[in-house]
């Protein structure tokens, strides 16, 4: 092997951005562990996630069609054909082959993204069989979204046995085994290793006064959310403005709704682009509003700030909720549910989270990042 170890990282993103914002918290910790990075990737490009320190391959991009995940669209809009998945199967092979890996790793399959099995399998193949023999590992977050089909588990794990060497949980095991979402862990737990979760790897000062003592809603990557958008802005005419609020909508968001919510704010209401400096924002908010996804809720925590979570439950997704539920249980956090969600309500919320003390300090392990790399270096 040579001195710096090669990992070759593949990460899709979909519908929202947490995937590839956890993908590039993870290269960065590799490539400062010293490993040589390169990072497969498989959706649209997406403004402020840059890779420091990687070589970044640009697969065909492509995305959902919808946030039920109906159909795969390419960059043109259309949805992906035969001769599509072919020319990125032979570029995922051709990558393969000229980085000579000596770590695969594979962000959330074999445990999602099961319409990209057409070409991971292949890869997977490719790398058991390779003459080196690169370590194979999986990354995946702490929650997977609940099957509905009968089996899927089975057969997800049946996968990660079949090929993995190794598959890194983001998560805390004493807070949320994955077992808690994965009814087959038990039959692949030689292979489980909790990391602790995976924070963002900004540390951008905001500028003076941002942030400062105000109310702040983002969504994420904005591909899905511009109802609470919406619904906050309203909620903010009724709560009064004694305290500025700060709208972020993520880079998805489009143009046209981004731009009634600014014409539509009143003089407290700041409507902007989702910020790289959003954790510096939460470190002075007086509370935050925002959905429940991974990322988000790890800015949180990290923020120390009131936070008012309004989990996203759309086409039976599951994940968010269960994470809210857990974290407001330790009274980490407030929860609402999305479901006929007004003005009125967010406002009721908003005012009872501001007159509550600030949330006691968790005892989350963090450090997942740093922790994933140290596991694959083990296992070299």
Known sequence: MSKAPRLLLYVQHLLGIGHIKRAE???????????????LLGGEPVPGVAFPGCTTVQLPPCRTADENFSALLDEAGNPVTDA?????RAQLLDTFDARRPDVLLTEMFPFGRRPFRKELLPLLERARQAEWRPRIVSSVRDLLVAKNKPGR?????????????L???HGDEAVLPFSASFSEAASIADLIRHTGYVGSSSTLAAPPGDGEDEVIVSIGGGSVGADLMAVALEAARLVGSARRWRLLAGPNLAEATFRQLQDAAPAHVIVERARPDFPALLARAALSISQAGYNTVLDLMTAGCRALLVPFMTAGESEQMQRARL?????????????????????????????APPPPRHTLATDGARRSADLVRGIL
């Open 25 to 39: 918290a993870l290269a960065v910790a590799f490539a400062g562990d010293g490993f040589e990075v390169t990072v």
């Open 84 to 88: 599509w998945w072919e020319k990125r």
């Open 153 to 165: 588990d089975a057969q997800m794990a049946e996968i990660a046995r079949r090929y993995y060497d």
């Open 167 to 169: 598959v890194l949980v």
């Open 327 to 355: 974290l407001a249980a330790r009274d980490l956090v407030r929860v609402i549910s999305p479901v006929g969600l007004t003005p009125s309500m967010l406002a009721e919320a908003v005012t009872a989270s501001l007159a």
